[in-house]
C-alpha cells in the first residue's frame, strides 16, 4: 500500500487515489492535421521506463484534484508533486 | 400542504431508526441526523472579489485552509441558524445547515455573485450525515478508515474526505468529547450506517 | 475468557497425573487451578489453562500427532511455536472447523477437539505407510514423471493424489466466526517482545512515541519466558514483570499479544493477526478495554481475529530467531525435538517431553536443555557435541552436573518408529565431514537439537532489504534495511541476552528521536554473559553410507524432502535455489521452510561445491504464517460484503414485490410480478398464427394482447438457452406501448456544468453540435475516449447560457465525472468550468406511455405538457403537483414518455401521487428487464451491454451524431485505418428464422453458406472436446474445420409486442447484409439459422415519441 501525497491534502493511503497513466502527454492542438502515424504516437505509445516516470494521479476519493507525481517503478519510491498545467 | 410532510429521510428505513437516532454499543454513539440543506460552492480562491462577496454573504469567511471547516451564525437578515463551510477542494466547499435555510442562502449567494465566475448547485437530499461520537468513536471509525485519527493530529475543527470501508466519506471533528460528522453520499447512507454500527459492535 | 467458560471440572483432578504423565509436579506459566478437558483423535485428555495444544499432548504422553505429507511416517512433535512442521491439525467440528493449525500456536480451550490432518484409515495404522518402503519409486518430480500421460486423465490422478497427500478439511459451512480489521498509526512499531523488543518499546515509549508492540506468542518476553539468566538482579521472570509494568505506564502504548506481524508492505504498511479469542483476558494498553462478557455460549458475539492495518514511522524488527534441526539419518521420528522447544515446555508449561533425553548440538544455546531436564527429574543420557573442545561456561555446568559429554560425536543413527528408542553415536573429524571410530548406541527416548539459530529476517527481506551470510554464526542476517526499519537482537544475530538489551535499548531511543521525540535515558540492565565456545557449522551429519543409502535425512519434514532429493534435483540440472525449492517442493509447505530451508540450501551448497552466500536464499513474501480468509475479509461479509445502493423509491419498490437486479453496486427493480404471475417457458409463439419469422424489422404496429401468446409444443431437445420470460415484463411492456408505465430511473448519472467555458467545454467533449442548442432544450450526446470508441452516452440538456447539465449510464457515473475532470484540470486548466454530479440530488421518476401526457395534464403545476409549448428533446422547470421539478421530454422507449427530476426526500411522495393519478390509465411500474427489451425493439444501444471498449459510433450507425466541422475527443481515431475498415463489426437486428429462439446474448454467429448449403455439423467428438475444435487440419478425419465467425449476438429479447424473438448483434459489415441468413452457433451444438435486419424493430419512423 503506497502512502502518495496529495499536493492538496497531504499524505494519504494508495486507496484514496487512482491512477490516470503517463503524464506530459499534450494533446495535439490540431488533430487532423496530423498523420495517422503521428496520431497513433499520441495516442498508444507510452515510456514503461524502468526508473523514473512522471506520472498522473487523481485524488479520487479526496478532493478529486489531478496532480503529477514522479515514482521510481523499481523502488516505488516517489520523488515529487506538484499540480498539472 | 407542508413540504416537511412530503419528505422521507434516506434512512427512513434503517432498522433501529427513530427519526433521531441509534446506539452502535456502549461507548459509541451513532446519530442519524435529520434533514439539513446541503450547498455546493465553487469557485476561484484567487479572487479576492470572489471571497469577500462570499464573507459579505454569509458573515463567515470561506475555509481557505485545506481539510478544514468553519461553523458560525447565519447573519440575520437570511435566516436563523447555523451554517458550516467544509473545505473540499481547492475550488470548492460544501455548505451545510438547518433544513430550509439553503433556499435563503443560495438565493443571497446567487444575488451577490451574479456576474460572476462560479457554481452553485443545491444538494440538499443528495447527502446524509451521520454523527458518531463517545469514548470509543475512534476505534470504531479506525476499523474501516485509514486516516489518522488521533487527537493529536486530527483535530476539531478539522475534516477530510476519505473512505469508510468501501464508501466515499467526509469526515469532520466537531468537538473534543469526540463527535465525528460523517457525511456520506444518500444512497451509501445505510451502507455506512449498518457498518458503524457494527463496527462499534466489534470492539 | 476461554478460562473463564470452562466447566466445572468432572472431579477427576485426583486422576490427573496418570492423565497427564509428562506434567511436572510444579512450574510452568499455567493455570493449575484450571484444569480443562480435550479431546484430540477422539480421545479425551486433559490440560490446563495457559496450556497450547501442543504442551497439552506433550503432557499427555501423546507422541504421534500427525503423519508425514507423502511418506505417511508417524512424526510428533518438533518445536514450541510458529516454526512446528509436523504437528498439522484439525481443530473444531462442523462450522466451527479449522484445517492446518499448528498445535503449538492453539491455544487450548475447555472442550476443544482436535484431530489429525492426515493418516488413513487411522493414525494408528496409516495404510499409505507403504509409501515410505516405496521411496525409491517417489522421488522428487515423481508427480510430474508419472502422472504426465495422458493428459486427460490427469484430473483423476489428481482426486486421488489428493486424498493420499492432502492437508485438513475446509469447511463446508459458513464460518460462524467474526474478524475484524482496524487501521493504525504509530511512530515506532515493534515487532517481537523479547528482550530486544522490549527494550526497543520501552525505549522509545518514555520519550511518549506512539508505541505498538506485537508478539505472536500470548505472554510476551520471548526467551525472557523460560531463561535461566539474572537481569539486573532479579530473575528473568521478575525483571520482565518489571519491565512489562513500566511499559504498561507509558502513555501511548498499545500492547498486542497474540499477535503475528505477517506482512511487510511499501512505505511501511505492516499487517497484523491477532487471536483475540486467545489472548489473556485482560484489557489492552492503549485501547478500549474489552467489552463486558456478552450473554451466551464463549464464542457468541466475540472476535475471534482482528487484522490490523499498521502504517508506522518506524519499524524495530526484534523477531528473534528460529532453531534449526541437524540432519542425520531419521531425524524426523517421534522424540526428536529442537532443544530450544525441550526447555520452553518444561519452563512455561511445567511439561517434560521426556524420559531420558539425549542433546545433540553443535553449539552452546542446546546444553541449556540438558540442565533443564535434569532440574525436571529426567534422565540425561549425554551431550553429543560434534566441537572436538572449546571453552564454554554452560557446557562446563553440564559436564559439573554429571552429564556425559561426547565431544567430537555425531548422531548416525535412531531406532524407534513411533517414538525413539535410541540412538547411535559416531565419532566424528574435527571438521565434521568423516566419522572417524566405532559407532555406540545409547538409549534415550528424547533427542534435543540444535543446529544453531537462522534470525528471522523474513519481514525485514519483505520490507526489500538484503540479507547478508554471517561466517561468525553460520547464519544469513540483515543486510542494509530497505525502509525506515531496523533489526536489533537474536533477529540480527545478536544472540547474548546482554547484547540483546543493550541493542534495543538503543536503537528504540535512536527510533524516538527519528520520529521527533526527545529520548528519556535509563540505565541498561546488567546481566552476565557467559562464555561461549563458537558454533561449529554442521549441515549434515556424514553417515556411515552414503545419503542415497542412508536412512531418510529430512530437510523439509512438512514436506517430506530429503537430502537426497535435492542431490537428484541437481543431477538432474537444476541449480538455482528458487528451482530446487520448486522441484523438491522444499519449502512448499504451510511453514514455508522455516525449520527446513537453511539446511536445505546448505545442501544445495554441498552439491554444487559453492559458498551458502552463494546459493542464496529463496524469496520472502508475506505472509509470514497462514491467514485465514476470514481475516482478510473482516467485516467485508454478508450485508456489508459490498455497498447496497439502494434509490429513494426503493422501499415502495420492495413493498410493491419487486425483484432486484443488481447495477453496479446499485440495486434497481428488474420486474414488478404480480399474484398468480409466473415464468412463462419459452418459446412462446401465437396460438393460432403462423410459425416462423415475420418482418419484425417493419412491423410497428403490430401489437398483441398478451392473452392470446401461449406455449408451443416444444419438441424433445429444443430448448433453447432463454428458458423462460416472466410474464410479468411481457406485461409491462405492453402497458408502455399501450397506456402508461412508470419507472424508477433515479441509478443516471447526473452532472451539472457550469462556468464562463461550458459551451466550449462540452464541444470538445460531445460529438454534435453543443453551441446550437437552445437553453431548454435536449440532446442525445455520445463521448468518445481518444481511441475513437463509444465510452458513455445519455441526454444532456441546455439549463442556461453556461449551465448545462449531462446524464451518464447508471454504471458509468464516476468514471464518467473523473474523466471529464481530468481533460479540465490537466489539458484545458485555462476553461472556467466547474462540474458537480447531482446523481444523488435528484430522484428520476420515468413515465411512459401514450397516456403519460394525459396524466401531467391532470397534475396541478406550472408546466405545459402539450406538444407545442413542450416539444420532443426539451426540458422545463417547474411545480407538478407541489413538488419542485424538472421535467425533460425525452425516451429511451420510443414512446411519448417524460422523465421528472424530484428532490430525492420527496420523490416517494411524488411517486405515490402518480400512481393514484396514474390509477384511470392502470399506470403499471416496470423494471430495468422491461426498459431493456422496450429500447431494444427501438434500437438504442446500451453502453456496456451492445458495446465492449471497441466499438465505434461509425460501428453502431451513429454517423448522424458526428459533426464535421469541430475537433471533439476521439474525432481524429475514427479516420485511422482500421476505424474505416470495411469489414468491422456493424449493429444489426437479428430475427431468428424459426420465429420462436431467443437467442443467448453472446451467441456467435457463423456463415450459413459453408459446404452443402447447411450448418456445418460437428462430430460427436469435437463436441466431446469442445475446447479443440480450431486448428490441427486433417489431424483425424470427422474433425471440424475452423468457422468463419462473423460476430455475436449482443442483446436479446423475447418481444411481447412484436410477438416473436428479437436480437441485436455486431455482424461483421452487417449493415450492406440486411435480408442475408447466417447461423447462430448455440453451445450445446445447435445451429439457429437468423436473418440480419435492421435494428430498430418497432416504428422505424419514431413517430410515437414525437405525438
Known amino acids: 500500500m503506497l502512502l502518495i501525497k496529495c499536493p492538496w491534502c497531504g499524505t494519504r493511503d494508495e486507496s484514496e487515489f487512482s491512477y490516470g497513466g503517463e503524464a506530459d502527454i499534450a494533446r495535439p492542438a490540431t488533430p487532423d492535421t496530423l498523420t495517422d502515424a503521428e496520431w497513433a504516437d499520441y495516442l498508444f505509445m507510452r515510456k514503461n521506463p524502468r526508473g523514473l516516470h512522471r506520472e498522473q494521479w487523481v485524488h479520487a476519493h479526496g478532493c478529486r484534484r489531478w496532480f503529477v507525481l514522479e515514482r521510481d517503478t523499481v523502488t516505488y519510491r516517489f520523488s515529487a508533486t506538484r499540480e498539472p498545467g | ?203 | 475468557m476461554r478460562a473463564k467458560a470452562s466447566s466445572p471440572d468432572k472431579g477427576d483432578s485426583g486422576g490427573m497425573g496418570k492423565q497427564q504423565p509428562n506434567r511436572l509436579p510444579r512450574g510452568g506459566r499455567i493455570d493449575r487451578s484450571q484444569p480443562l478437558t480435550f479431546h484430540f483423535n477422539n480421545r479425551a485428555c486433559q490440560g490446563y489453562a495457559g496450556d497450547t495444544l501442543a504442551s497439552a499432548l506433550l503432557a499427555n504422553g501423546i507422541d504421534v500427532i500427525g503423519r508425514s505429507f507423502k511418506y505417511h511416517r508417524p512424526r510428533g512433535i518438533m518445536g514450541s511455536g510458529m516454526e512446528e512442521p509436523n504437528a498439522i491439525i484439525q481443530v473444531g467440528v462442523g462450522a466451527d472447523t479449522v484445517p492446518n493449525l499448528r498445535a503449538t500456536e492453539v491455544a487450548l480451550y475447555d472442550g476443544l477437539t482436535a484431530s489429525t490432518v492426515r493418516g488413513w484409515p487411522g493414525l494408528d495404522f496409516d495404510l499409505l505407510a507403504i509409501n515410505d518402503f516405496c521411496h525409491r519409486l517417489l522421488s522428487a518430480g515423481f508427480y510430474y514423471k508419472t502422472f504426465m500421460r495422458p493428459g486427460a486423465l490427469w484430473k483423476w490422478y489428481e482426486r486421488c493424489l489428493r486424498k493420499a497427500s492432502g492437508l485438513g478439511v475446509s469447511p463446508q459451512l459458513p464460518d460462524p466466526d467474526r474478524y475484524t480489521h482496524r487501521n493504525a498509526h504509530c511512530d515506532v512499531l515493534v515487532v517481537g517482545a523479547g528482550p530486544a523488543g522490549l527494550m526497543a518499546a520501552l525505549a522509545a515509549a518514555k520519550s511518549g512515541a506512539r508505541v505498538i508492540i506485537a508478539d505472536e506468542q500470548s505472554e510476551f518476553g520471548g526467551s525472557l519466558l523460560y531463561s535461566a539468566a539474572r537481569v539486573a538482579g532479579n530473575s528473568a521472570d521478575e525483571w520482565l514483570g518489571k519491565a512489562l509494568t513500566a511499559l504498561a505506564d507509558c502513555p501511548e502504548v498499545v500492547l498486542l499479544p497474540c499477535s503475528t506481524v505477517f506482512g511487510y508492505y511499501d512505505y511501511n504498511f505492516l499487517t497484523i493477526l491477532e487471536r483475540c479469542r486467545d489472548r489473556p483476558a485482560e484489557p489492552r494498553q492503549g485501547l478500549s478495554p474489552s467489552p463486558p462478557e456478552r450473554e451466551g455460549s464463549k464464542r457468541q458475539g466475540e472476535i475471534r481475529q482482528r487484522l490490523w492495518r499498521v502504517r508506522a514511522k518506524r519499524v524495530i524488527l526484534a523477531t528473534g530467531a528460529i532453531e534449526r534441526p541437524l540432519v542425520f539419518p531419521n531425524n524426523d521420528r517421534p522424540g526428536v525435538m529442537l532443544a530450544s522447544a525441550v526447555s520452553h515446555y518444561i519452563h512455561r508449561y511445567g511439561v517434560c517431553p521426556g524420559r531420558r533425553g539425549l542433546i545433540f548440538a553443535n553449539n552452546d544455546s542446546a546444553c541449556q536443555a540438558a540442565l533443564d531436564l535434569a532440574a525436571a527429574g529426567a534422565a540425561v543420557a549425554a551431550v553429543v557435541d560434534c566441537r572436538a573442545a572449546g571453552p564454554g561456561a554452560i557446557a562446563d555446568a553440564v559436564e559439573q552436573a554429571g552429564i556425559d559429554v561426547f565431544r567430537g560425536h555425531v548422531i548416525t543413527g535412531v531406532t524407534g518408529r513411533k517414538r525413539v528408542r535410541s540412538v547411535q553415536v559416531t565419532p566424528v573429524s574435527a571438521d565434521g565431514k568423516t566419522l572417524n571410530g566405532a559407532s555406540k548406541t545409547i538409549a534415550c527416548d528424547l533427542v534435543a537439537m540444535s543446529g544453531g539459530w537462522s534470525p528471522a529476517v523474513h519481514l525485514h527481506s519483505q520490507a526489500g532489504g538484503g540479507i547478508a551470510w554471517s561466517e561468525a554464526h553460520a547464519c544469513f542476517i540483515p543486510d542494509k534495511p530497505g525502509q525506515d526499519n531496523v533489526s536489533v537482537g537474536a533477529g540480527n544475530g545478536s544472540f547474548a541476552l546482554d547484547a540483546c538489551l543493550a541493542e534495543g535499548q538503543q536503537v528504540g531511543l535512536d527510533a524516538a528521536r527519528q520520529c521527533g521525540f526527545e529520548p528519556v535515558p535509563f540505565s541498561t540492565p546488567k546481566t552476565v554473559s557467559a562464555t561461549v565456545n563458537p558454533l561449529q557449522p554442521l549441515w549434515r551429519t556424514p553417515a556411515l553410507q552414503s545419503p542415497e543409502r542412508s536412512p531418510k535425512q529430512f530437510l523439509d519434514y512438512q514436506n517430506d524432502t530429503t537430502v537426497t532429493d535435492v542431490r537428484l534435483a541437481v543431477r538432474e540440472g537444476f541449480q538455482n535455489v528458487e528451482h530446487v525449492k520448486r522441484y523438491t517442493a522444499l519449502g512448499f509447505g504451510t511453514d514455508q521452510g522455516k525449520l527446513g530451508n537453511i539446511n536445505g540450501m546448505a545442501a544445495l551448497a554441498e552439491c554444487l561445491d559453492k559458498p551458502i552466500a552463494e546459493v542464496g536464499t529463496t524469496t520472502f513474501r508475506p505472509p509470514y504464517t497462514p491467514v485465514a480468509f476470514g481475516a482478510c475479509a473482516g467485516m467485508d461479509v454478508g450485508q456489508l460484503y459490498e455497498p447496497v445502493r439502494k434509490t429513494p423509491l426503493h422501499d415502495w419498490h420492495e413493498a410493491a414485490g419487486a425483484e432486484f437486479e443488481v447495477v453496479g453496486q446499485w440495486l434497481r427493480p428488474w420486474y414488478f410480478p404480480r399474484a398468480g404471475e409466473d415464468r412463462l417457458p419459452l418459446p412462446l409463439t401465437k396460438k393460432a398464427g403462423a410459425r416462423g419469422a415475420e418482418t419484425g424489422g417493419e412491423g410497428g404496429d403490430r401489437r398483441k394482447p398478451f392473452a392470446t401468446l401461449s406455449l408451443a409444443a416444444q419438441a424433445p431437445g429444443e430448448a433453447s438457452a432463454r428458458e423462460d420470460l416472466p410474464e410479468a415484463v411481457a406485461r409491462e411492456c405492453l402497458a408502455a406501448r399501450n397506456s402508461l408505465a412508470i419507472m424508477d430511473a433515479s441509478t443516471l448519472g447526473k452532472i451539472e456544468v457550469q462556468g464562463l467555458d461550458a459551451v466550449a467545454f462540452l464541444e470538445r467533449i460531445y460529438t454534435h453540435n453543443v453551441a446550437g442548442m437552445k437553453i431548454g432544450r435536449c440532446a442525445y450526446g455520445i463521448m468518445l475516449g481518444e481511441d475513437g470508441m463509444l465510452m458513455d452516452d445519455g441526454v444532456m440538456a441546455r439549463l442556461g447560457e453556461r449551465h448545462f447539465y449531462l446524464t451518464t449510464t447508471t454504471g458509468g457515473a464516476a468514471g464518467v465525472l473523473h474523466w471529464l475532470e481530468q481533460w479540465l484540470q490537466t489539458e484545458w486548466p485555462e476553461l472556467k468550468v466547474y462540474l458537480t454530479s447531482v446523481t444523488e440530488r435528484w430522484a428520476t421518476i420515468a413515465l411512459v406511455g401514450p397516456n403519460s401526457r394525459k396524466l401531467l395534464q391532470g397534475l396541478n403545476g406550472d408546466i405545459a405538457f402539450d406538444q407545442a409549448d413542450f416539444p420532443f428533446m426539451s426540458v422545463r422547470s417547474g411545480v407538478l403537483a407541489g413538488f419542485a421539478v424538472q421535467v425533460f421530454r425525452v425516451s429511451f422507449s420510443g414512446e411519448l414518455a417524460f422523465e421528472i427530476n424530484v428532490e430525492s426526500d420527496e420523490a416517494l411522495a411524488l411517486w405515490r401521487k402518480l400512481m393514484e393519478a396514474g390509477g384511470q390509465y392502470d399506470i403499471t411500474p416496470y423494471g430495468t428487464e422491461t426498459m431493456h427489451v422496450l429500447r431494444a425493439e427501438k434500437g438504442f444501444v446500451i453502453v456496456g451491454q451492445d458495446t465492449d471498449g471497441s466499438v465505434s459510433p461509425v460501428d453502431l450507425g451513429m454517423n448522424w451524431l458526428l459533426t464535421e466541422d469541430k475537433d471533439y475527443l476521439g474525432k481524429r481515431s475514427l479516420a485511422r485505418p482500421d476505424c474505416r475498415r470495411a469489414d468491422r463489426k456493424q449493429w444489426v437486428g437479428l430475427l431468428s428464422e424459426d420465429g420462436t429462439t431467443v437467442l443467448p446474448e453472446g451467441t456467435q454467429l457463423v456463415e450459413a453458406n459453408t459446404p452443402g448449403g447447411r450448418p456445418p455439423r460437428l462430430p460427436l467428438a469435437a463436441l466431446l472436446e469442445g475446447s479443440r475444435l480450431v486448428g490441427k487440419p486433417g489431424r483425424a478425419r470427422g474433425r471440424a474445420r475452423p468457422i468463419p465467425m462473423v460476430g455475436h449476438v449482443t442483446s436479446s429479447y423475447y418481444s411481447a409486442c412484436l410477438g416473436h424473438p428479437i436480437a441485436l448483434a455486431l455482424v461483421s459489415a452487417g449493415r450492406a447484409r440486411k435480408g442475408d441468413h447466417i447461423h447462430a452457433a448455440l453451445s450445446d451444438g445447435r445451429y439457429v439459422k437468423v436473418k440480419i435486419v435492421s435494428p430498430i424493430f418497432y416504428d422505424p419512423k419514431g413517430e410515437r415519441q414525437h405525438v
Open chain 2, 1 to 203: 400542504m407542508s413540504e416537511v410532510s412530503q419528505k422521507r429521510h434516506a434512512l427512513a428505513s434503517f432498522p433501529g431508526w427513530q427519526g433521531a437516532g441509534a446506539q452502535a454499543a456502549p461507548g459509541v454513539q451513532l446519530e442519524i441526523s435529520p434533514y439539513l440543506g446541503y450547498l455546493n460552492l465553487r469557485g476561484d480562491p484567487g479572487d479576492e472579489r470572489f471571497l469577500q462577496t462570499i464573507h459579505a454573504a454569509l458573515g463567515q469567511p470561506l475555509p481557505l485552509v485545506a481539510n478544514t471547516f468553519t461553523k458560525a451564525l447565519i447573519p440575520q437578515e437570511i435566516a436563523q441558524g447555523h451554517l458550516s463551510i467544509f473545505w473540499l477542494g481547492p475550488d470548492e466547499w460544501l455548505l451545510v445547515a438547518e433544513p430550509g435555510i439553503e433556499k435563503a442562502l443560495a438565493g443571497r449567494l446567487r444575488e451577490n455573485l451574479a456576474g460572476q465566475c462560479h457554481s452553485l448547485t443545491d444538494l440538499t437530499g443528495a447527502q446524509v450525515l451521520l454523527r458518531l461520537s463517545g469514548d470509543h468513536a475512534r476505534d470504531a471509525l479506525a476499523e474501516g478508515c485509514t486516516l489518522d485519527l488521533h487527537p493529536k493530529v486530527f483535530k476539531t475543527g478539522q475534516c477530510a474526505q476519505t473512505t469508510l470501508a468501501k464508501a466515499s466519506i467526509l469526515i469532520a471533528l466537531t468537538d473534543d468529547l469526540p463527535v465525528f460528522d460523517v457525511i456520506v453520499r444518500r444512497s451509501f447512507a445505510g451502507y455506512a450506517a449498518l457498518w458503524l454500527q457494527h463496527s462499534g459492535a466489534d470492539l
